[in-house]
């Protein structure tokens, strides 16, 4: 009985402490401000997939000409993905359709982009999506942005 009820304290301690990890993390990547939820899907065919499969939920960070995205459900402290400014291409946007209105956030917008050549979509709130058009035609004089 005692041990059974040790393994039992062990396993709620473990659960309660991964908890707490993954609320911490979310914090230290916070920390220096200019963050949003952004979920991604990478490598998308030329004809929308509205599958809902191969997204991933993260936290886009903004840090200085790239962005950083991290996953959620993670304890890595290094972003996943960069996308330089210089490099990213906008090709449109859209709303969610079939199966991705599941997999997305409720308020979400897709936004289909280009970085070095691989076709990327990007799914975020209409408030982070202005904030990120702002940031890309931001660019320092010289780069060349393209917004769609």
Not at 10 to 16: D, F, K
Not at 89 to 102: C, K, M, S, T
Request: hydrophobic share 45%.
């Amino acid at each position: 009985m005692v041990l059974a009820l040790t393994v039992v304290g062990s396993v709620v301690a473990l659960v309660a402490l991964g908890l707490f990890a993954f609320g911490l993390r979310r914090r230290l990547i916070q920390r220096s401000g200019g963050t949003f939820d952004c979920s991604t899907r990478w490598n998308v065919p030329e004809k929308g997939d509205t599958s809902g499969k191969g997204w991933g939920y993260g936290i886009a960070r903004y840090s200085g000409d790239r962005i950083e995205w991290f996953r959620v459900f993670s304890y890595a402290l290094r972003p996943r993905r960069v996308l330089e400014r210089s490099s990213i291409e906008v090709a449109g946007r859209r709303a969610p359709e079939g199966e991705e209105e599941l997999a997305l956030l409720s308020d979400a917008i897709i936004l289909t982009c280009v970085h070095r050549g691989t076709r990327l979509e990007l799914a975020m709130s209409e408030d982070a999506l202005t904030g990120f058009l702002a940031w890309l035609e931001a660019a320092p004089p010289g780069q060349r942005v393209n917004v769609a």
